[in-house]
């Protein structure tokens, strides 16, 4: 689960994290308002959507202005003016695609004064198994870029989670960037803040980019992007009240209403699968027969009938599913379980586009009768491969 800067900014304050005085705005008229409770002479307004690269991005409505999704004023009225050309506007970046997002909150705070701009980052390392640092002096970009050009300018350090956190992480991590006197000090205290909210709130991700020293010679976090373990929600009913629904994909929302793991893809044949692993080897085997899978859903090993009728419900809300291809292994699921929810979702919805349906394991026989004598126009598949190689016939005729 993602949340918008301005919330992560609050977090880091709570924390005792150094972060500028800001406002949240979602009505335009109380942009001036929020505007002027800060002391200025630099107002930044911030668009707030879950993607980065909001300063390079540009607005698909000309009235919204060409100056990106962070603008800095010099008054009270410029702030409240930026703020208003962009709130419903979309916003396009590098990681919202072509689409965009609707930008539905905008955040205005105060201007820092800046000497240098860095990157930071916690995350949970796979290969490691340990939560990691990742810090660069080159700030203000975007890190993959760093990393493909300059990767000597990226460095990682591994906490120990036997030990945590340890102020010589925090040394390490200063002398990576370049700090000096007072400021080594200022940032073995941050990174000790920063870990311990990181695992206080069970977060995957917590980037700052850029944490700056400012004209004064401080360190302060000057950006904020926050991740957190879905699965580890339930935990924190603080972080659960700040998800915001309008930022999440539609089908990916409802699937999870109905605990389905989906993920929408760009691709034109939709997948309905049991297991994360099959799931992996169906969208492969699809790309390996010349399409792409149009989603990653995987209805879990005790799926009923009704989560399995949402399931292909959702999947046929996607304008861009072209096919769909079912791929069950029944283990612990049964294969006419699978069935019956297949063929209750295409009465209920109907069938437009080629179905290929490939059972196997528990019930099997049950389950192919099921669909047989169900009258729909369904494709039996005997295998993987052969349920891959026609579902993508039968797209690309």
């Given at each position: 689960m993602n949340i918008h800067e301005y919330q992560a900014k609050a977090l880091l304050r709570s924390y005792g994290a150094p972060v500028s005085d800001g406002r949240a705005v979602l009505k335009a008229e109380d942009a001036k308002t929020a505007a002027g409770q800060m002391d200025g002479p630099l107002w930044v307004v911030k668009a707030q959507?879950?993607?980065?690269?909001r300063g390079k991005g540009h607005f698909k409505e000309a009235d919204a202005g060409d100056k990106g999704g962070v603008?800095?004023?010099?008054s009270v009225e410029e702030a409240a003016q930026e703020a208003k050309k962009m709130l419903g506007r979309t916003l396009v970046t590098k990681q919202t695609g072509p689409a965009g997002k609707q930008v539905n909150r905008i955040y205005i705070e105060d201007g820092s004064g800046i000497e240098t701009e860095m990157y930071l980052a916690i995350l949970v390392d796979r290969q490691t198994s340990r939560i990691s640092f990742v810090a660069s002096t080159e700030g203000g970009m975007d890190i993959e870029e760093v990393a493909e050009k300059t990767?000597?300018?990226?460095?990682?350090?591994?906490?120990?989670?036997?030990?945590?956190?340890?102020p010589f992480h925090g040394r390490g991590i200063a002398f990576a960037l370049g700090l000096k006197g007072p400021q080594v000090k200022q940032c073995v205290a941050l990174m000790g803040t920063l870990y311990k909210l990181f695992t206080d709130k069970d977060m995957e991700m917590l980037e700052i980019n850029p944490l700056i020293v400012t004209d004064a010679g401080d360190l302060k976090c000057l950006d904020a992007k926050m991740g957190f373990d879905g699965n580890a929600i339930?935990?924190?009913a603080d972080i659960a009240s700040l998800r915001d629904e309008t930022e999440e994909d539609p089908k990916e929302l409802a699937a999870s209403k109905y605990d389905l793991n989906y993920i929408a893809l760009d691709g034109e044949i939709g997948c309905m699968v049991n297991g994360a692993g099959l799931a992996m080897a169906t969208m492969d085997i699809i790309k390996l027969y010349g399409a792409e899978p149009a989603n990653f859903l995987d209805v879990g090993g005790g799926a009923t009938k009704e989560k399995v009728t949402e399931a292909f419900k959702i999947i046929t809300?996607?304008?861009?599913?072209?096919?769909?291809?079912?791929?069950i292994f029944g283990g612990i699921m049964r294969c006419d379980v699978i069935a019956e929810g297949v063929i209750a979702a295409v009465k209920?919805?109907?069938?437009?586009?080629p179905l290929v349906v490939r059972l196997e394991g528990t019930n099997v026989e049950?389950?192919?009768e099921i669909i047989r004598n169900s009258g729909l126009d369904v494709i039996a598949a005997d295998d993987l491969k052969d349920g891959?190689?026609?579902?993508?016939?039968?797209?690309k005729g």
């Open positions: 959507i879950h993607a980065g690269g603008r800095l004023t010099k990767p000597d300018l990226i460095h990682t350090f591994d906490v120990d989670p036997a030990t945590g956190y340890q339930y935990r924190h809300s996607d304008p861009q599913v072209k096919g769909i291809l079912v791929n209920e919805v109907g069938l437009k586009v049950k389950g192919k891959a190689e026609k579902i993508v016939k039968a797209v």
